[in-house]
């Protein structure tokens, strides 16, 4: 049961360029997304969230873009930089209990 | 900068053993979560805890979990009686909010052998 799928397991792109992390969700009643960051044994250290009510949000170098009726967000982070390299997952919401479902992650390595 | 801590880091225990693991959430959070993530694999939900009461549980939180909020400040999460498929990295979560951004702990790593 994959209610929220990131398919690319990994991502490699060129300081300085733009890093697309996407995420697809099948649940319709999700609605909150976040993305969060993890290290190699570090807990998930949030990014940035997205309700959906809204298509964009954008904080710094970090914009996260919501498609509703493709039921697709994507996490674009321009410009990307070395300390950027971690695991990406997307995480969705859908009740009060503030219980999230977490995709499957992505790995970034972004090169100097 | 306030965070979620969790204690062990690492847990090693044997078999059939009871564990605890540990968690001190936000001061001012009213949601409490623990995830787990094993090796290899996404980060899974295992139970929501609000208003000293279970709100929500996942199919992974059968009879051997429980959890508990002791005192005004801890969270723990205890398995009666591990197993070796419970190995994992067991992660604490609070947030203000039942819909709102839920802010992790570091972690524990538990390996039962």
């Known amino acids: 049961d994959q209610q929220v799928k990131q398919n690319s397991p990994s991502l490699s792109v060129q300081e300085g360029r733009i890093s697309i992390l996407n995420c697809d969700y099948t649940?319709?009643?999700?609605?909150?997304f976040l993305w969060y960051k993890k290290y190699p044994a570090e807990g998930p250290t949030f990014l940035i969230s997205?309700?959906?009510?809204?298509d964009k949000n954008e904080d710094g170098r970090f914009t996260v873009f919501l498609n509703k009726s493709a039921k697709h967000l994507s996490l674009h982070i321009v410009p990307s930089q070395p300390g950027d390299s971690a695991v990406y997952f997307c995480a969705a919401s859908g009740d009060n209990t503030g219980k999230l479902i977490f995709g499957q992650g992505t790995t970034l390595q972004v090169k100097p | 900068e306030p965070e979620v801590t969790q204690t062990p880091s690492h847990q090693v225990t044997q078999m059939g053993q009871e564990v605890i693991l540990r968690c001190v959430p936000i001061s001012n959070h009213l949601y409490f979560y623990w995830y787990r993530q094993i090796l290899g694999q996404k980060v899974e939900f295992l139970v929501s805890f609000y208003n000293n009461e279970i709100s929500e549980k996942s199919e992974i939180f059968d009879d051997q979990f429980s959890v508990e909020r002791p005192d005004g400040s801890n969270f723990t999460l205890k398995i009666r009686s591990t197993k070796l498929e419970d190995s994992a990295m067991y992660f604490c979560?609070?947030?203000?909010?039942?819909?709102?951004?839920?802010?992790f702990g570091q972690g524990t790593r538990l390996t039962v052998v």
């Open positions: 649940n319709s009643m999700f609605d909150y």
């Open positions: 979560a609070s947030s203000e909010s039942g819909h709102g951004v839920a802010f």
């Open positions: 997205i309700s959906s009510i809204k």
